[in-house]
């Protein structure tokens, strides 16, 4: 068994031997702090909605046109570009929601209590974007009476509404030059008179695939960089996916968001850069750097479908998005490879002197 020798130490800046061709110690370590950080801010998230699926990028978009009669009790509104509907009534008026099968489905009364009819099949059906999964009680029948039970207090209900969007995966056809998909329309009464929400849908093609090219300059900037403004730029990528979460999440109202992973990853990825900047081992350096990569890799490969997609909810057509995550890609592939360059190198023992 060969052990490097000790003038080969100084060169990596450790101060204990190890086994050439081994793994350094610090790498195994700074990867078991890497794996629990992830774990913290997994465990500490949020669940992602508790009535329905959040909001995902898409190529659909769903806009409100028109409440007829025109009325100032209340206000609706497409959130996460076409996944939800959200409705504010105003103090001392009341709505009621009617649900697919002309049935009592949400009511906000005077006081701005919300009420959900737990035994509407649309409050079954709405838990799912597409409605998979649903079990409608086979003893149902649209004359029942509701049963109403309490979900909020502050005069303002968020659903996922199926006559908002496309109920497929799939591409929609389009009927004009415009992208119109469909009108749609959700009937309900406001303060006891028959009102319809009226909207339209409307589809746009998927960005082309070709802004993942952005990598090649991204990394090869940084590739070009004098070593100590690599961290720098590693630093400014994982701010930027940071920036972007924080947007993405907090833009939207609860029962929208989804997990913010990007949020929590990109912090990962700053901290551990931070703390490659103020140490002076190079293993160290290495290792966390090389972490802070892989965590902005992760981060990407998790919202690689905001790339694919026209819109991003919270953000819309975001070309921010379609910038940043390939560049971050780009910096964070080199970091890795710098840092298990660094890691892996094998310091050679000097020569015996004879």
Same mark, same amino acid.
């Given at each position: 068994? &060969? ?5 080969? %130490? ?18 195994? !370590? ?17 669940? /992602? ?12 978009? /769903?806009? @409100? ?6 009325? /100032? ?10 996944? %939800? @509907? ?6 001392? !008026? ?20 919300? %009420? ?20 409608? =009680? *086979? ?7 509701? *049963?109403?039970?309490?979900? #909020?207090?502050? $005069?303002? #209900? ?6 908002? !969007? ?22 309900? *009464?406001?303060?006891?008179? @028959? *009102? ?18 952005? +990598?090649?300059?991204? $990394? ?7 070593? &100590?403004?690599?961290? @720098? ?6 701010? #930027?996916? +940071? ?13 929208? &968001?989804?997990? =913010? ?11 551990? +850069? ?35 997609? &026209? %819109? ?22 080199? #970091? ?19």
């Amino acid at each position: 068994m &060969r052990l490097v020798g000790s003038a080969a %130490f100084k060169a990596v800046e450790t101060s204990e031997p190890r086994l050439a061709g081994s793994i350094p110690v610090h790498l195994r !370590h700074s990867w078991k702090l890497f794996l629990l950080a992830l774990l913290g801010f997994w465990l500490l998230s949020p669940t /992602s909605s508790a009535h329905a699926d959040p909001a995902q990028p898409g190529n659909t978009r /769903s806009v @409100v046109t028109e409440i007829s009669p025109t009325t /100032s009790a209340i206000e609706v509104s497409i959130v996460g570009v076409d996944a %939800f @509907v959200k409705m504010k009534v105003q103090l001392g !008026h009341s709505a009621e929601v009617i649900g697919y099968d002309e049935e009592p489905y949400l009511r906000i009364d005077e006081k701005g209590r919300v %009420f959900e009819n737990s035994w509407s099949p649309t409050t079954v059906i709405n838990q799912t974007r597409y409605g998979t999964g649903s079990t409608i =009680p *086979t003893n149902y029948v649209s004359t029942d009476a509701p *049963t109403w039970r309490q979900i #909020a207090s502050n $005069g303002e #209900a968020i659903w996922h509404d199926h006559r908002v !969007h496309w109920m497929s995966p799939l591409k929609p056809a389009v009927v004009n030059d415009d992208g119109l998909v469909q009108d749609w329309q959700i009937d309900m *009464t406001v303060d006891g008179a @028959v *009102t319809a929400v009226l909207g339209n849908l409307y589809v746009e093609d998927a960005p082309g695939s070709w802004w993942w090219l952005l +990598v090649i300059p991204a $990394g090869a900037s940084v590739f070009l960089m004098k070593k &100590r403004l690599h961290h @720098v730029a590693l630093a400014g990528v994982s701010a #930027a996916l +940071v920036v972007l979460g924080v947007v993405q999440y907090f833009s939207l109202p609860s029962p929208a &968001r989804d997990t =913010p992973s990007l949020i929590a990853l990109g912090g990962v990825a700053l901290l551990l +850069v931070l703390v490659a900047i103020t140490v002076r081992s190079e293993e160290f350096v290495a290792a966390f750097s090389t972490a802070a990569g892989v965590a902005i890799v992760v981060a990407i490969a998790l919202h690689r479908n905001q790339m694919n997609h &026209r %819109f991003v909810p919270g953000m819309g057509d975001a070309w921010s998005v379609r910038v940043i995550l390939p560049i971050a890609l780009g910096c964070a592939s080199i #970091a890795i490879w710098h840092g298990l360059n660094a890691l892996l190198r094998v310091p050679q023992p000097l020569a015996d002197e004879s």
